[in-house]
């Protein structure tokens, strides 16, 4: 079992794309591998494509609530939550994020412009932030948090945790036929060189 003083996880999309799951998931997972962690949902304006985040922590720690500038570890489920996470990660954190843009409403209007990889990127260089990248053809834009997940699982990014720890948890959240298909998208990321 790993201990750490607290290891801080910031989850963030939009309503639809299964942050909710995504953060059981995880707060599973880790509770399979031995640690101790603690974890909360905000849901805002999820049925309307508003913004869903997750703080997870995993710990000797009392409040599950993260904040700004002290995040190890933020997953995005597209560009412009991807652009929010930045401001939560401490610097020399990691960011994963899935390349897409489900365009906030502002950007629709045209009252924002739409944030590009390009930007994320400057952000995180001049911060030390290390950034996943991830974007794959997926049979279901709903595993979107799936791919995440495989990458975190596949580059350790979450101490202590082992890609068996992260199926277990699928398994006890998903029907048998979801779980399947999920389950073959996050091993096939985990064997992708």
């Known amino acids: 079992m790993t201990k750490f ?14 942050i909710g799951l995504l953060s059981e998931i995880l707060i599973r997972a880790i509770d399979y591998s031995g640690q101790r962690c603690i974890g909360v949902d905000t849901h805002g304006l999820a049925q309307r494509g508003g913004v ?24 995005a489920l597209e560009r412009h939550e991807a652009a929010r996470a930045l401001n939560y990660l401490k610097d020399n954190g ?10 906030p409403l502002p950007v629709r209007l045209g009252k924002e412009p739409e944030i590009k990889e ?8 001049q911060r030390n932030i290390s950034v996943f990248k991830v974007k794959y053809a997926l049979p279901d834009s709903r595993m979107q948090n799936i791919a995440l997940l ?4 596949k580059n350790n990014l979450v101490p202590g945790v082992e890609p068996k720890h992260y199926l277990m948890a699928m398994e006890d ?13 996050f091993e096939s990321i985990l064997e992708a060189r």
């Open 5 to 18: 003083t607290a290891f801080n996880i910031f989850l963030i999309g939009v309503g639809g794309q299964g």
């Open 94 to 103: 990691i960011l994963v994020y899935y390349n897409t843009s489900w365009q």
């Open 52 to 75: 869903v985040s997750s703080h997870i922590k995993i710990g000797d720690v009392n409040s599950p609530l993260v904040l700004p500038g002290d995040v190890n570890l933020a997953l």
């Open 173 to 185: 959240l998903m029907s048998e036929r979801v779980y399947s298909a999920n389950k073959e998208i």
């Open 150 to 153: 495989g990458v975190v699982a």
């Open 118 to 125: 390009e930007e994320i990127e400057s952000t995180a260089r």
